[in-house]
């Protein structure tokens, strides 16, 4: 059986799951954190294309691993330790002290911007489950008129994401029908370029309706039917807030040691 | 209602006037239609009266709009809510709600309207659109009809003055359209609507309209009674250039009043002509046993069909009959859940790069999808290499098809019909053996549908090539098909000669079919053939 919990519920889990994560700065937490949101996901997304948007998630979160890992071995400060391999070094001009791409790679500057990147990866995760269990037209609704601009941001950003899933798809599809082969960074402007120009045109589409339907316009606003705040999220509020606290006794406890040595790290 | 005095609007960066000291005075409860070529302004003129333009995008505007006495540059767009309602182009990018009891209602929310009066008026609106089976449905599930009818019901629930739609009708097919509009002119009818409709498909509307705008391009606009405008305009229903060939004093504007007109000239005898039969070539594509499903769903029941060089075959059907999934499945982009399709011996499922683009050329419903370059000279160019053909050989074809496009123009910045002459001539410079459209004609005028019904008439019968084409449009299948098939459910229901099925249906015959019945006549040059055969 499918939750449907209110709009804010999933975002409230996934915020302080987010926060848990950076600041338990474990591996164990983070990556057990992420099955639990995909597993989540995997059980509640509704069939919607924001929906499908997760795997695009997990995609991009990968990215970003791979990205923090090869800048954090190629670029920087040699880390002295058990030496791995050694790589060319780049000739840099002189008024670039400090920096240095290549050099020995060792097994300590390895692990750690792979221990970053996985935190990073794993903090997009839990957004992403977030963005693809709540339906961002429901929370419009319960957004308050306040912050107007802010809504309509919010709205646009979570609707022509997913949208965007979509549309890739379609895009690839018929390009793969010109008979392009779609491998390598070359074929992204190809699918990129018609993608962004129609994200562009979705959103002031959206933007233009929402404004002649006058959202926005009266301070207040009413309720057709009340979104309540039932049990269940206040459920899963606590479950993600319980998470949250435990990662944070944790610092205290057995992650000490690991921010005093990342800490050292970063001031050597 | 709604006044415009001497409106002049030029957007930002841009040297070309989209309207020039226009004065227009629409009454209460008119109908009025805005039509011209694509990209002269009409959108924008909707957008004027309520502000949407400049407000929302920008540009110099000078005059004022006055709307129930409100003038729209004191007021925004959100300020007219309650007195304008505006459906866009496509509905489904407006949409803010899951839905429909949900959308109906948003607009109220917005403007705080008391939730026992929201109440009272959604159940009015669902009745009144006939969508109270639907009111729990969500959004994304349903047809391009009820889509369109909920857009309009959730514009009507806040007792609007004034209507304003973008071609309303133009992903719809026939049977959904003549739904939208008779409700419009019901809603004109009781309650005294003001509606002002932009459409290019002029048969479905024009006996709705009580006044026209024509924009002609160049920033000027004339107003008129429909009869007025239409006796001269080159933007103009088959009805209107039957009545011309026929070379009739008056014009008629609907089927009934034309069918009053030609009494006389249906009941003579008309010779038969000579029975034409176009040879065709031997099989292309053979579909055997076809079957698609996404998920638990089908989309296609088995099916068989084969098509023939040189055939052009139209797929009519609903919004969702599986038109599209039959297409692809052509086209070798789905995979089908049992059968096949056989394409002169292969499967189009493995075909690649560039025998792929010799074998199947595949216009999806956005043409832009293939479009990626920075300007049109850089997408031909990419047109020749990918062909391995002479350099400027691609642009060639697309001046032909649409002539005047400078080489330096951004893809975006080409008007619908344009883009899809690029696309068509990039298709078309491999020279395919099997050339697919998905709906072509949204949003194309009748200039830009007469030049793309000529090329693919040419193209299918000087190369010896089959031309599938899904669409909505009628007239276009009158004009240019040799064979139709319908499908309905995932199923089809009838497969034919073109004169054949579209006869035997009323709701799918093209207007001049339904003028002339009993002739067999589809399309205005048929009449004038009959004419030249009985001197």
């Given amino acids: 059986m499918k939750l449907m919990p209110h709009p804010l519920t999933w975002w409230i889990w996934s915020i302080a799951l987010a926060i848990g994560i950076a600041r338990s700065n474990s591996l164990a937490i983070s990556l057990s954190v992420v099955g639990v949101a995909s597993l989540v996901v995997l059980q509640n997304r509704e069939d919607a294309p924001w929906g499908e948007s997760f795997n695009w998630t997990l995609k991009v979160a990968a990215f970003v691993i791979l990205m923090r890992v090869s800048i954090g071995v190629l670029i920087g400060v040699p880390i002295p330790g058990t030496k791995i391999l050694t790589l060319p070094i780049l000739p840099l001009p002189t008024w670039m002290p400090g920096i240095r791409i290549g050099g020995t790679v060792t097994l300590e500057r390895l692990t750690s911007t792979l221990h970053e990147g996985i935190l990073l990866g794993s903090i997009i995760v839990i957004c992403g489950a977030a963005a693809s269990l709540t339906s961002p037209h429901r929370l419009l609704r319960v957004l308050p008129v306040m912050i107007y601009e802010f809504g309509v941001a919010v709205v646009i950003a979570t609707s022509v994401l997913p949208q965007l899933v979509a549309s890739l798809y379609r895009i690839r599809q018929a390009q793969k029908l010109r008979g392009q082969e779609l491998r390598g960074l070359s074929s992204w402007k190809k699918v990129a370029i018609p993608l962004l120009e129609e994200a562009l045109a979705r959103s002031l589409d959206l933007a233009a309706a929402m404004d002649s339907r006058g959202y926005g316009f009266s301070r207040k606003r009413s309720k057709y039917r009340p979104t309540p705040w039932l049990v269940t999220d206040s459920l899963i509020a606590i479950a993600a807030l319980i998470t949250l606290f435990s990662s944070w006794s944790l610092i205290f406890a057995a992650g000490l040691p690991l921010v005093l040595r990342t800490r050292t790290l970063v001031t050597k | 209602m709604i006044q415009f005095s001497n409106v002049s609007l030029t957007y930002p960066n841009s040297t070309r006037t989209i ?7 629409i009454k209460e409860g008119e109908l009025v239609l805005v039509i011209g070529p694509t990209g002269c302004g009409k959108s924008s003129l909707l957008r004027l009266i309520n502000g949407l333009v400049p407000h929302h995008t920008g540009g110099i505007l000078s005059g004022d709009i006055c709307v129930d006495g409100i003038s729209t540059q004191l007021v925004k767009p959100g300020g007219l809510a309650h007195l304008i309602g505006i459906v866009g182009q496509n509905p489904l990018n407006g949409f803010v709600s899951d839905t429909v009891e949900e959308e109906l209602a948003f607009a109220m929310e917005a403007l705080n309207i008391a939730p026992d009066v929201m109440r009272k008026r959604v ?257 031909c160019k990419q047109g020749d290499n990918d062909n391995e053909i002479d350099s400027g050989k691609t642009f060639e074809v697309l001046n032909q098809l649409v002539p005047g496009i400078s080489p330096h123009t951004h893809p975006r910045d080409l008007s619908e019909g344009q883009r899809l002459g690029l696309a068509l001539s990039l ?60 499908i309905a459910d995932g199923e089809i229901v009838a497969d034919g000669p073109t004169i054949e099925i579209l006869l035997s249906s009323p709701a799918f015959a093209p207007q001049v079919a339904k003028v002339m019945a009993p002739q067999p006549w589809l399309i205005v040059k048929d009449v004038i053939d009959a004419i030249a055969r009985n001197p």
């Fill in chain 2, 19 to 25: 309207l020039d000291g226009l004065n227009l005075t």
């Fill in chain 2, 123 to 379: 159940e009015e609106v669902l009745d009144l659109l006939s969508l109270s089976q639907l009111r729990a449905r969500s959004i994304a599930t349903l047809s391009g009809g009820e889509q369109q009818r909920v857009a309009i019901g959730s514009a009507l629930v806040m007792h609007p003055k004034i209507l304003v739609l973008d071609e309303p009708t133009s992903a719809l097919d026939p049977i959904a359209a003549e739904e939208v509009l008779s409700i419009l002119h019901r809603l004109v009818h009781d309650l005294s609507l003001t509606v002002v409709i932009a459409e290019h498909k002029l048969e479905r509307v024009i006996q709705f309209a009580d006044r026209i705008v024509h924009i002609n391009g160049a920033g000027e606009a004339i107003v008129g009674s429909p009869q007025e405008i239409l006796k001269t305009s080159q933007i103009a229903p088959p009805i209107v250039h039957l009545a011309r060939a026929l070379g009739l004093k008056d014009i008629a504007l609907s089927v009934r009043e034309m069918r009053r007109m030609t009494q006389d000239f249906r009941n003579q005898n008309f010779l038969t002509p000579d029975s034409q039969i176009i040879e065709f070539g031997s099989t292309l594509i053979s579909v055997k046993g076809l079957e698609i499903s996404y998920g638990q769903k089908f989309a296609l029941l088995p099916t068989n069909t084969s098509i023939r060089e040189g055939e052009i075959v139209a797929v009519m059907g609903r919004n969702g009959a599986g038109k599209s999934s039959l297409l692809r499945a052509i086209a070798g982009v789905i995979t089908p859940s049992k059968g096949g399709i056989d394409l002169l011996g292969s499967n189009p499922l493995t075909l690649k790069g560039r025998e792929r683009r010799s074998q199947i050329g595949f216009i999806p419903q956005e043409p832009s999808d293939l479009l990626y370059g920075q300007s049109v000279a850089q997408e």
């Fill in chain 2, 427 to 486: 298709v078309l410079s491999a020279n395919p053996k099997v050339l697919i459209l998905d709906e072509p004609t949204r949003g194309l005028d009748y200039q830009a549908k007469g030049a793309l019904i000529k090329t693919l008439i040419n193209f299918a019968q000087l190369y010896r090539r089959a031309i599938i084409i899904a669409t909505h449009d009628v007239e276009l299948v009158a004009e240019l098909a040799t064979r139709v098939i319908f």
